[in-house]
């Protein structure tokens, strides 16, 4: 789960992280209204996108008067947001965020995310802050340092201190740097964070670290002992298809190809779509249906994938242990008398009640074209959707 960037400072203050002072706003009258309450004669007017890039798409201006606070706040909210991130699709926006300005001596980076090959927590540090991360490590990786923490003593304190000299960082502001990467860690976890990001980390010419920018993630599968952060999601922010295949507790997540999948079990929803890719065309997204599905289930999967208008054919494969093949047959043919199906339709079932299943289709008088397995299933799809597998 993504929160928005005054959100994540909001956090990071929860927990005593320098942030510059500042407050959300929903349209342009309210944001002027809160520079107004900032006062200073500088200010940052920034979109709120679940997105990085805003700056140079335009998202982020730096105001020097109030009349210019208005203008940017004018030209920000509404406006269609298109940056890396984004996709050429682009968001909408429909929040701001209104900041003091801040005196920047540096810019750095710190980000902290888990190494799965290590099974640890890294934290990652850079003086090229202010860029993408990304770019930074295809660039010059050599500038990116990374030390790894337990889970249970935290960071070696040495190592810290080595990563602040690293930094270029002395005094009071390497004590604060080290303090703040030590609290970052106590919050990816008390929080079950998968991501946190501070880019850029900014030493004040009077040599104080602060958070100009943030990004938090969370892990969706834990969020049910984080109501706090559940209530911060924002719907505006999510593709209304996700939306509609959680309510339905399904797994889904819309792709750029043209062959619809549906499938029980993630590891199976990708190996559909790997051998979709190896005979030459793309799936068009992932849809996991579980273990336990419905007939109901299996109908709404169905619905939710003819949604998508760039589809020209659409595979199901289903390996039945716990899920019953006859069951996703039924929903199948529910589903194809409901939408009127205009696409070429491939399954394959195998497992549980899998003669079962393959007879109802059978019997249905539907025109579903029948696979023996999986790569039968791939070349069939392939074809059916115009290519050459």
């Not at 805003?54 to 009349?67: H, N």
């Not at 337990?150 to 190592?159: H, K, L, N, P």
């Not at 399954?347 to 899998?354: M, P, S």
Request: hydrophobic content about 45%.
């Amino acid at each position: 789960m993504n929160i928005h960037e005054y959100q994540a400072k909001a956090l990071l203050a929860e927990y005593k992280i320098p942030v510059p002072a500042g407050f959300a706003s929903m349209n342009a009258d309210e944001c002027l209204e809160n520079a107004k309450k900032l006062g200073g004669n500088i200010w940052v007017v920034k979109a709120q996108i679940h997105a990085g890039g805003r700056g140079k798409a335009g998202g982020v201006k730096v105001a020097t008067s109030l009349e210019e606070v208005e203008q940017y706040a004018n030209s920000i909210h509404g406006m269609n947001l298109v940056s890396k991130q984004t996709g050429p699709e682009g968001r909408i926006v429909k929040r701001l965020l209104v900041e003091e300005g801040v005196d920047i001596g540096r810019e750095l980076y710190a980000g902290m995310l888990i190494d799965r090959s290590r099974q640890q927590v890294a934290l990652l540090a850079s003086t090229e802050g202010g860029t993408e991360i990304e770019q930074v490590a295809a660039v010059a990786p050599e500038k990116i340092l990374t030390t790894y923490a337990d889970i249970v003593t935290g960071f070696d304190q040495q190592e810290l201190a080595a990563v602040a000299d690293k930094l270029g960082l002395s005094g009071q502001t390497k004590l604060q740097a080290i303090e703040l990467f030590n609290t970052l860690l106590k919050l990816f976890i008390e929080k079950d964070a998968s991501l946190v990001e501070i880019n850029p980390l900014v030493v004040t010419n009077s040599g104080d670290i602060m958070a100009l920018d943030a990004k938090l993630n969370f892990d969706d599968n834990a969020l049910y002992r984080h109501p706090e952060i559940s209530e911060l999601n924002d719907p505006d922010e999510q593709d209304p298809d996700e939306i509609e295949a959680a309510e339905h507790d399904l797994s889904y997540i819309p792709l750029d190809g043209n062959i619809a999948c549906m499938v029980n079990g993630a590891g199976l929803a990708m190996a559909t779509m790997d051998i979709i890719k190896l005979y030459g065309s793309e799936p068009a997204n992932f849809l996991d249906v579980g273990g336990g599905a419905s007939v109901e289930k299996v109908t709404n999967a169905f619905r939710l994938m003819m949604k998508n208008p760039h589809i020209k054919a659409i595979l199901v494969n289903i390996f039945g242990g716990i899920m019953r093949c006859d069951i996703i047959a039924e929903g199948l043919i529910a589903a194809i008398r409901d939408t009127h199906l205009g696409v070429p339709l491939v399954v394959r079932l195998e497992g549980t009640n899998a003669e079962q299943g393959k007879q109802l289709l059978a019997e249905s008088g539907l025109s579903i074209i029948a696979a023996n397995d999986m790569a039968d299933a791939a070349k069939k799809a392939v074809i059916a959707a115009g290519g050459q597998a």
